[in-house]
């Protein structure tokens, strides 16, 4: 039976750790529990959303609405053949979990996106990302449930419309579809992708390249710059990277050679933390909120801050970073 809990505390339920109180707040595993949901007349008419490991999301205020958590934990070989293995995993799977359990059984493709918080309902609407690899490379398909018409359905990878952190689930199913299962396609024959940053002479170090080498590296070079948010409150990047068009990113180059910038879809990418770290704002603190100071794009709480000063703190950086450097920062977690 599905049940309704109302004003629930959401400040254990997000990684900031910023208070807040949602009006309805449920679990659900399956998609018979989200029919028994929606059929309920306390949820008729209401906004929902739904947390994952509230790790990508800043709460300003109460939620007014409906706050969905997943919490089916299945996760199973579904296919193989050949070099190929399908792993179903539910949505309310803690996404590092998901990984381990690749990376112990040799199945190679997530093990670059080791260490990231959060869920695998998650995975696939902000296509997660790290260290050169996607979660859009390994996704077959995302089974969803549409709670206006009371029905799932099975979305094909090339259905989903991924690009950078961003899918189909950001725009045209924003607020119509919720994820019940992901399933992944890896590899028992893995091809390594090494080419991020310090990665290959960390996996040398390690002693050469093999899922659980790579998993090994990526979460030591992760520890070092990101933030634990059990110990300092905090979302990973608060914002994009933007992609900016060539000749903006010439006029840049020509009075900041230093700068990186990467070719990507649209134009080139430009590192939104390297544009706060030179506007200044790395390590900063204000008051109860602050710039981290190893990774200028990851905002922190230090400790009792509401989300509206995380708020009012990325307001003044992308302010200062359009007036330095002409570029428009994006967000890239969710503010409710
Ligand atoms: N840089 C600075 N100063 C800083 C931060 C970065 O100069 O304070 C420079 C770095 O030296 C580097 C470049 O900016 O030349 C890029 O930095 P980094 O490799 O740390 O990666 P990022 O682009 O800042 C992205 C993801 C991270 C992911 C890393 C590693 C986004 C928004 N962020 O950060 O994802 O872990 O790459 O792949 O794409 C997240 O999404 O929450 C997240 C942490």
């Not at 801050?305 to 970073?321: C, F, K, N, P, Q």
């Amino acid at each position: 039976m599905a049940e309704i809990v109302r004003d629930k505390a959401l400040e254990a339920l997000n990684t900031f750790g910023v208070p807040a109180f949602a009006r309805y707040y449920a679990v659900f595993a399956d998609r018979r529990q989200l029919d028994e949901l929606f059929s309920m007349p306390e949820t008729e008419g209401l906004p929902w959303y739904v947390l994952g490991g509230g790790s990508n999301v800043l709460f300003t205020g109460d939620y007014e609405g409906l706050m969905l958590q997943p919490v089916g934990k299945r996760m199973e070989a579904v296919e193989e053949s050949g070099e190929t293995v399908s792993v179903r995993a539910e949505a309310g799977v803690v996404w590092d979990d998901f990984v381990r359990f690749c990376v112990e059984r040799g199945y190679g493709g997530v093990e670059n996106l080791s260490g990231i918080p959060g869920s695998v309902g998650a995975a696939p609407v902000q296509n997660v990302g790290a260290y050169g690899a996607e979660a859009k490379d390994v996704i077959r398909e995302v089974e969803i449930y549409l709670p206006q018409e009371r029905t799932v359905r099975m979305l094909r990878r090339e259905e989903c419309a991924f690009g950078y952190r961003d899918s189909v689930f950001k725009r045209e199913l924003k607020g119509r579809a919720i994820v019940l299962s992901v399933t992944f396609e890896l590899s028992r024959m893995p091809v390594f992708r090494l080419g991020y940053g310090d990665l290959v002479q960390e996996v040398e170090r390690l002693g050469g390249a093999s899922p659980e080498n790579v998993r090994r590296a990526v979460i030591s070079i992760r520890n070092a710059k990101l933030p634990d948010p059990a110990v300092l409150g905090n979302s990973g990047s608060f914002f994009k990277n933007p992609v900016v068009a060539p000749e903006a990113a010439e006029r840049l180059k020509a009075r900041y050679p230093e700068m990186p910038s990467y070719p990507a879809p649209g134009g080139v990418k430009l590192a939104a933390g390297w544009l706060i770290d030179r506007a200044g704002w790395k390590g900063r603190r204000e008051g109860r909120v602050g710039v981290h100071d190893r990774q200028a794009l990851v905002l922190v709480n230090h400790g009792g801050a509401a989300g509206s000063e995380v708020l009012e703190l990325a307001r003044r950086i992308v302010a200062d970073v359009a007036e330095k450097f002409g570029v428009e920062l994006e967000l890239e977690v969710n503010v409710l």
